[in-house]
T-cell receptor, first 114, second 113 residues
Framework: QKEVEQDPGPLSVPEGAIVSLNCTYS??????FMWYRQYSRKGPELLMY????GNKEDGRFTAQVDKSSKYISLFIRDSQPSDSATYLC??????????????FGKGTHLIIQP | DTAVSQTPKYLVTQMGNDKSIKCEQN?????MYWYKQDSKKFLKIMFS???????INETVPNRFSPKSPDKAHLNLHINSLELGDSAVYFC????????????FGDGTRLSIL
């Protein structure tokens, strides 16, 4: 089983809809979880950074971690065409590691239809 | 001001050649990384450096040699390029060790003919 699994999509929704993006991870020892957004021909851009379980909100974005089921989610409210991008979940390479880098999911390609 | 910048943005070269990619960050970070994104868009860590010292080398062929002249720069030299090296290479940086957020450059698109 891969460290982090993510449905690649594409996921197409109408403008204004609530979007739910999800990942599962395999090792319950992980404590830090990240969501990145990547536009075409650009580098990943950090959207949300969460520690342990619970919710974190930033504007229209909410990140949710359920450690009991090893499930992480990103919700986008009032979705806009400018939200069309690939969304990647990420965890550290090792739960207790230092500057080890990140393990990414394969990314979900999101399309918001005007 | 660009936080993490990579040069060149595009690199087209022939199999067997040697090439280098440069990365610079102006964020005051002391940890830098190289990632490879393949044709299926899967992003995978290659190397990480902290204070100019190699921290991790994730089963990368020894044809790839990173070099960090100072904390703000991390270059990637690739010898004897192969067709499978065609990918987008991303540089990233973070503050300190631990699980700090990473900031990425916009990538170098390497195409091997």
């Amino acid at each position: 089983q891969k460290e982090v699994e993510q449905d690649p999509g594409p996921l197409s929704v109408p403008e204004g809809a609530i979007v739910s993006l999800n990942c599962t991870y395999s090792n319950s020892a992980f404590q830090y979880f990240m969501w990145y957004r990547q536009y075409s021909r650009k580098g990943p851009e950090l959207l949300m950074y969460t520690y342990s379980s619970g919710n974190k909100e930033d504007g229209r974005f909410t990140a949710q971690v359920d450690k009991s089921s090893k499930y992480i989610s990103l919700f986008i409210r009032d979705s806009q065409p400018s939200d069309s991008a690939t969304y990647l979940c990420a965890i550290p390479v090792r739960p207790g590691g230092g500057a080890d880098g990140l393990t990414f999911g394969k990314g979900t390609h999101l399309i918001i239809q005007p | 001001d660009t936080a993490v910048s990579q040069t060149p943005k595009y690199l087209v070269t022939q199999m067997g050649n040697d090439k280098s990619i440069k990365c610079e960050q102006n964020l005051g970070h002391d940890t830098m990384y190289w990632y490879k994104q393949d044709s299926k868009k899967f992003l995978k860590i290659m190397f990480s450096y902290n204070n100019k010292e190699l921290i991790i080398n994730e089963t990368v062929p020894n044809r790839f040699s990173p070099k960090s002249p100072d904390k703000a720069h991390l270059n990637l030299h690739i010898n004897s390029l192969e067709l499978g090296d065609s990918a987008v290479y991303f540089c990233a940086s973070s503050l300190g060790t631990g699980h700090q957020p990473q900031h990425f450059g916009d990538g170098t698109r390497l195409s091997i003919l």
